[in-house]
Nanobody
Framework: VQLQESGPGLVKPSQTLSLTCTVS??????????WIWIRQPPEKGLEWMGG???????HFSPSLKSRTSISWDTSKTQFTLHLNSVTPEATAVYYC????????????WGQGTQVTVSP
């Protein structure tokens, strides 16, 4: 199973950042996994942003909840992150990941995509 992030590498402040994670390959029952977005700013640790169940139920980091949404496109086996009103502090490598529901271990990771927020 492969996860691949895609989206713009450069976003201007105050704009909306949209990233898509495409799930492909292997034999996986999507509904048995929990799908997550994580980011890592420069010289900082990993930050859990939010996740989505196949049902569409979402959960977000309290610090990002007001500006974040995640949705599934089941026809394309993709899930998308939207982060509104970005600032330069949103500059980071963004990862999508998946873990079995009920597990704390991440089973699959994307390779990550660099996003820079700059005028």
């Amino acid at each position: 199973v492969q996860l691949q992030e895609s989206g713009p590498g450069l976003v201007k402040p105050s704009q909306t950042l949209s990233l898509t994670c495409t799930v492909s390959g292997g034999s996986i029952t999507i509904s048995t996994y929990y799908w997550i977005w994580i980011r890592q700013p420069p010289e900082k640790g990993l930050e859990w942003m939010g996740g989505i169940e196949y049902s569409g139920e979402t959960h977000f980091s309290p610090s990002l909840k007001s500006r974040t949404s995640i949705s599934w496109d089941t026809s394309k086996t993709q899930f998308t992150l939207h982060l509104n009103s970005v600032t330069p502090e949103a500059t980071a490598v963004y990862y999508c990941a998946a873990r079995r529901r009920g597990s704390l271990q991440y089973d699959y990771w994307g390779q990550g995509t660099q996003v820079t927020v700059s005028p």
